[in-house]
Structure formats: C-alpha cells, structure tokens
C-alpha cells in the first residue's frame, strides 16, 4: 500500500481572486516534508461564481506552493470539511502527497482517447493505471463514450483490474471550467493512478423504486407510448399508487425513471427525468434516449429515501475501510444539495456521522461519474486509505 501521509485542506470564501489566494496559501503553507521520490498533487474546486478569478488563482498558487500538478472543476456547489457552499463565492483546495511514478494528469481530450499525449501514453502502458479521478463538459455530448473508452482503456488485462473512474461533469451559469494543470474547458480531463494507491468508492442513488421493472414495448423520440404490451401511463400510475395517479402534476420532480445496468450486481440503475406526461394518449417522455426492449422502473426521489441511502453508502465503504481515510473527495449532483435536502450541509454531516471527519472537498454538478457509466441525481464517494 503507498503510504500517503499528507491529505491538506484550505477554503476561501472571498470573492476577489488575490484575497481568496491569500487565503489559501496561509491555510496550506508550510506544506509538510516532501518525502524522496514523491510529488503534490493539488485537487482544486470552485463555485461557478469564481469562474473569471479562476486562472489567475492558479496562476499565483503554483509558484507559492510549488506544486506543479493540479486538477478540478467549477460547480454551482462546492464542498469542504464539513462545509457546503451555494450561491456565493468558493474555492476549496485538497493537497496529498503521492510517490511520483503513480500519478499522470491527463489533459483534456474531447473526441476520442487517442488525444491523449504520446508521453503519457507511454506511461500508461509501463505504470498500468487501473483507477481515475475525472472531469467533464456538460456541452460535449461525446464524454458518455469518452468515459466508457478511458475506462477500457486503463484495463489492466494482464491482472484482471477492470478500469474504474469517479468524477463529475462541471455545472455553471458561465464557462463549463475544468482543471487539468491549467484551466480548461470542452472535454474529459483528471487524473489516472496505479493499483499502488487504494481507494475505496462508493454510489449513493438516492432513490427508492416504486414498482416492479417493466419492458419498453413501443417508443418513438423518447416518447414511451407502451410498456409490456399495455398504455406506458396505465403503467405507470399503478406504480406510483392512487394518490399520486389522480393528481400527476404531483409526481413532477418527485418521480423519476429508472433504467437497470445489464450485468450490476450492486442493483444500480441509471435515472432520467419524467419530461412530460401525455393523458390523452397513455403516454410518458422520458430524457435521454430510451429504446425499444429495455427494461425501466420508476423511482421516487425524496430527502428521507436519499438520506437513507447515502447512509447505507457511506456505511457500506466503512466496512471495506482498512484504516482511517486519508482524504477524500465527493461529487454530488446540483439537484441533490439544498434543492433536494432542504439546507446547505446536509451530505456532507452524514458522511462525518458515519464515516469521521477526515479531509474531504467535491464539487456538485451536472452529472456524477462512477466505473464507466455517467449518472444523475446521485453522490459518488472516492476515499485515499
């Protein structure tokens, strides 16, 4: 196991970039002792309202910390600690210590893996990642298949380690921003590690299913018109129960669909917004791109149901813990938060709660990473042990 002793955490609040890093670099300097043969490697994530003070952050903070190697994103949410930041300004920094031959910053690419560069190729193919932290532009619509291609590209078939990635998609009023060494934007980016630094990941969904999995039997442009054979609303309000079927308007932003992964066996599922409701016609538009012969549920999404299930998550990588997390970073959705919680702060006390307090930043965006899939909706936990 990679002896990682140094996890460090700073958080501004300021909103002029020179104050904010002051401030940073007071709560992080002086870093401690750079083991022989390590190197820092900076996590960085910024409310979307620190958008045009992002760079030159950066800017100052490489050279006062002399730490060359930094990812992130910008988020309409951040978190550190135990603190949530919405609607003001934020930037919250994680430092941790890495032997210097298990990292490699991956810059961004935006169609195809191929982009990456040939050195870091070459790294790849002598160090072997098997695990990644990554970064995504909501506006491409390629990183659900750049996701899916980094993953099999870092598989290690030699040992059998399948690829795996965490991470989330920027989600901001302006710029879609990543952090890849410099600011960024446009594509997939973050960082890949060896097998040598562990972690342990969890998904909470945040959802809990209202009815058994039924088969799309006719769709047209994403318009459900039937499921197994019968009208796609008949369906559906025999799930979701009586009350909510003689008021629909009800089930808005409170019932949601639920599509199964072939081949889980954790029972996760993809969910997709209800769009509209056709009761003339029976039928139901769902987001994304549903097809003919998949299988889909429906699910509720509610404060109790998510709390309940990011409890059983973060319980759940608890007991696969060897020792005390080092560090850790957590990427939630923009509609969890206070949009779904009620208050600011309210995930990350229950992973304090179950899991300690420990260093931990993320961000909220617009959508969450976890293997080779992009989810919605969820919060995906990575945890340095």
């Excluded at 988020?75 to 490699?104: D, H, L």
């Excluded at 879609?176 to 590690?193: D, E, K, P, R």
């Excluded at 549903?290 to 007991?319: C, H, N, W, Y």
Aim: with cysteine.
């Amino acid at each position: 196991m990679v002896d990682t002793p140094a996890f460090k955490v700073a958080l501004s609040q300021s909103l002029d970039w020179v104050t904010a890093a002051k401030e940073i670099e007071d709560q992080l300097m002086p870093l401690p002792t750079l083991k022989p043969g390590n190197a820092w490697l900076a996590f960085i994530y910024a409310t979307d309202n620190f958008g045009a003070g992002l760079s030159s952050l950066l800017t100052y903070l490489k050279p006062k910390t002399d730490i060359a190697h930094w990812v992130g994103s910008i988020g309409t949410g951040i978190c550190s600690g135990r603190v949530e930041i919405f609607g003001r300004a934020g930037v919250t920094v994680m430092v941790a210590q890495f032997p210097e031959n298990t990292f490699n910053v991956i810059p961004t690419i935006k169609s195809d893996v191929d982009e990456i560069p040939e050195a870091k190729r070459k790294w790849s193919d002598i160090a072997m990642p098997s695990f990644g932290i990554v970064h995504g532009d909501p506006l491409n619509s390629n990183i659900p298949q750049l996701i899916e291609n980094l993953s099999t590209d870092i598989e290690n078939l030699t040992l059998e380690v399948p690829g795996f990635l965490v991470g989330g998609l920027s989600a901001s009023s302006g710029k879609q921003l990543q952090i890849a060494q410099t600011v960024t934007q446009g594509g997939l980016s973050g960082v890949l590690f060896t097998p040598e630094v562990e972690v342990a990941t969890g998904l909470s969904q945040g959802c809990t299913p209202v009815g058994e999995t039924h088969k799309i039997t006719e769709i047209e442009n994403g318009v459900v018109m039937s499921l197994d054979g019968r009208p796609a609303l008949d369906v559906f309000k025999e799930d979701v129960g009586e009350l909510l079927a003689r008021n629909l308007a009800r089930a808005n932003g409170y019932i949601h669909a639920a599509f199964p992964i072939s081949g889980s066996d954790m029972g996760d599922y993809v969910v997709r917004s209800l769009m509209a409701i056709d009761p003339k016609h029976g039928w139901l538009a769902i987001a994304g791109e549903p097809k003919t012969g998949e299988q889909v549920m429906f699910v509720r999404r509610d404060p109790k149901s998510a709390e309940e299930d990011l409890i059983r998550m973060a319980a759940s990588v608890k007991r696969r813990l060897p020792s005390e997390p080092k560090g850790g970073i957590y990427f939630s959705c923009i509609g969890r938060g206070p949009a779904l919680f009620g208050r600011d702060g309210a995930e990350v006390a229950i992973l304090s709660r179950v899991l300690g307090d420990f260093p931990l930043v993320g961000f909220f965006g617009n959508g969450e990473i976890s293997n080779n899939r992009l989810y919605g909706y969820t919060g995906v936990l990575c945890l340095f042990v």
